[in-house]
C-alpha cells in the first residue's frame, strides 16, 4: 500500500489516537501533519509523534492526498467553509465527526471525494470499532486509504449506505457506555450481595472483558456461547430468567431506536 500524506485538522483525542495508530503501524512521522488553533495541543501531538504541526489549517493541507476533519461537530461548518479554497481536486476527505452528513460537508466543502466515518471512545486505546461510508467520488484505492487510516484504531467496517451511520451511532458509537451501566449495576449488586465494593467492581470487569475476549474469539454466535454456559435449573439460568422477565431484550431495542433516532436529529440541526 502507498504512503499517504495525511493532514489532520484538529490535533485533540481523536486525531492523537489515529497519529499514534499509524504511527504505530509504520507511517512515517513526515507523511503526517496537524493543524489546531490551541499551541498547547500542537505541542503535545509534536512532541508525541514527532509530526509537522500548524495553526493555519489551509497550510496544513497543502499537498495532503488525505484531509481528515476532527474537529467538534460545532465548529466543523466553519472550519469547512474556511478551508474549502484550499483544498485540490481529488484530495479524499475525511470526517470522524458524529452527526455531520455528506450532504452538509458538500453543502460547506463542494463536491468532493468523503468518507464519513463513526469511530467509538476505545480507539483511544486502539480497541475502537468504526461504520465507514463512502460516497461515490470516493476511488477503490481512496477506500483502502480511509480503510487503512481507521484500522490504526480499531475495527474498520464499511457501511453501503450513509443511513445506516445512524444505526452505528446506536450499536458501538454510544455502545461503550451501555456496558459501563451494566458494568456499574453488577458491581452494585455483587456489593449488595456482601462482597466488598472493590472486589465487587473488579470481578465484574474481567468477567466482562473475559467474556468479551470468548466471544470475539469463539466461531459459534454469543446466543450459543450463552446457552453453554446456561445448565437447565442452574445458577445462570435463574438470572437470564430474570432478564428476560423483566424485558431485557426489548429494553435494548428501544434504547438502540432512541439513540438511533437522537443521531438523525442531530444530524439535522448540525447541518443547518
Ligand atoms: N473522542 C471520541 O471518542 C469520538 C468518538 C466518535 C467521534 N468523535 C469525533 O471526533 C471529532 C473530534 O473529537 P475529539 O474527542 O478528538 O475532540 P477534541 O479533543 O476536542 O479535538 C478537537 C480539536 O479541534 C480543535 N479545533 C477547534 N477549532 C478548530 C479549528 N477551527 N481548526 C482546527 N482545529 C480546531 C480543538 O481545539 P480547542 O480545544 O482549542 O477548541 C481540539 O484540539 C469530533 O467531531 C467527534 O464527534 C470522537
Not at 509504520?26 to 488553533?37: F, T, V, Y
Not at 468532493?112 to 461515490?136: D, H
Not at 449488586?189 to 467492581?201: H, M, Q, V
Request: net charge negative.
Amino acid at each position: 500500500m502507498t504512503q499517504p500524506r495525511i493532514a489532520f485538522i484538529g490535533a485533540g483525542n481523536m486525531a492523537s489516537s489515529l497519529i499514534g495508530g499509524l504511527r504505530a503501524q509504520g507511517l512515517p512521522a513526515d507523511a503526517i501533519r496537524a493543524s489546531d488553533p490551541g499551541a498547547e495541543q500542537r505541542a503535545r501531538v509534536a512532541a508525541e509523534h514527532g509530526i509537522q504541526v500548524f495553526e493555519n489549517n489551509a497550510e496544513a493541507v497543502q499537498g495532503a492526498e488525505v484531509v481528515v476533519l476532527a474537529v467538534k461537530p460545532q465548529v466543523m461548518k466553519g472550519v469547512c467553509q474556511a478551508l474549502a479554497p484550499s483544498l485540490s481536486d481529488g484530495q479524499l476527505i475525511v470526517s470522524i465527526a458524529a452527526g455531520i452528513t455528506c450532504a452538509s460537508l458538500e453543502n460547506w466543502l463542494g463536491p468532493r471525494p468523503l468518507v464519513r466515518c463513526m469511530p467509538n471512545t476505545p480507539a483511544l486505546l486502539r480497541e475502537g470499532v468504526s461504520g465507514l461510508y463512502a460516497n461515490a467520488r470516493v476511488s477503490a484505492a481512496q477506500k483502502a486509504q480511509a480503510e487503512q487510516l481507521l484500522s490504526a484504531v480499531g475495527l474498520a467496517l464499511w457501511l453501503e449506505e450513509e443511513r445506516l451511520i445512524d444505526a452505528v451511532t446506536a450499536v458501538s458509537g454510544s455502545g461503550p457506555a451501555y456496558f459501563f451501566l451494566l458494568i456499574e449495576a453488577m458491581t452494585a449488586a455483587g456489593e449488595r450481595l456482601g462482597l466488598p465494593r472493590d472486589t465487587a467492581a473488579r470481578l465484574t470487569l474481567q468477567t466482562a472483558l473475559g467474556a468479551a475476549r470468548m466471544a470475539v474469539s469463539s466461531d459459534v454466535d454469543a446466543a450459543e456461547l450463552r446457552r453453554r454456559v446456561t445448565s437447565p435449573a442452574g445458577t445462570t439460568e435463574a438470572a437470564i430468567k430474570t432478564f428476560q422477565a423483566g424485558g431485557f431484550e426489548a429494553l435494548v431495542e428501544q434504547a438502540l431506536d432512541a439513540a438511533a433516532k437522537r443521531s438523525a436529529e442531530l444530524a439535522e440541526q448540525l447541518g443547518q
